[in-house]
């Protein structure tokens, strides 16, 4: 896979996070990662909520996206072919560009921006 390839998909995954960043804390911004965290601190650890990141890999594109760990409800209506991309509980993996399954993350990445407000995590 050209690392072209992997730019595209990455700016696509990274436009899914970018719209809450003024919602949220931007960690890091480079051309091979963007990581957003929440500015409120879970009290256990007094460290951010984690919210989601994409990164550049060496074999792949990987999309983070923390609330669906936390709630995994968000995750019962999605489609085997987006399951298939996941790797553990919160992480989607992309070799290449599929417009259908990045429309389904873009939705299922409003749905947990949602979810943060609607629990005050943001």
Same mark, same amino acid.
């Given at each position: 896979?050209?690392?072209?390839?992997?730019?595209?998909?990455?700016?696509?995954?990274?436009?899914?996070?970018?719209? %809450?960043?003024?919602?949220? #804390?931007?960690?890091?911004?480079?051309?091979?990662? +963007? @990581? &957003?965290?929440?500015?409120?601190? /879970? !009290?256990?650890?007094?460290?951010? %909520?984690?919210?989601?990141? #994409?990164?550049?890999?060496?074999?792949?594109?990987? +999309? @983070? &996206?923390?609330?669906?760990?936390? /709630? !995994?409800?968000?995750?019962?209506?999605?489609?085997?072919?987006?399951?298939?991309?996941?790797?553990?509980?919160?992480?989607?993996?992309?070799?290449?560009?599929?417009?259908?399954?990045?429309?389904?993350?873009?939705?299922?990445?409003?749905?947990?921006?949602?979810?943060?407000?609607?629990?005050?995590?943001?």
């Amino acid at each position: 896979m050209s690392q072209d390839s992997f730019e595209t998909i990455f700016e696509e995954l990274k436009s899914y996070l970018k719209k %809450y960043e003024e919602h949220l #804390v931007v960690q890091q911004d480079t051309d091979e990662v +963007y @990581y &957003l965290d929440s500015e409120k601190k /879970f !009290p256990k650890n007094n460290k951010p %909520y984690y919210f989601g990141s #994409v990164h550049i890999k060496k074999n792949y594109v990987s +999309y @983070y &996206l923390m609330p669906v760990y936390m /709630f !995994p409800d968000l995750l019962e209506d999605i489609t085997p072919e987006l399951r298939k991309r996941m790797q553990g509980k919160s992480c989607f993996n992309f070799k290449k560009y599929d417009d259908t399954l990045f429309k389904e993350l873009e939705n299922l990445t409003s749905r947990s921006f949602k979810r943060f407000e609607e629990k005050d995590l943001i």
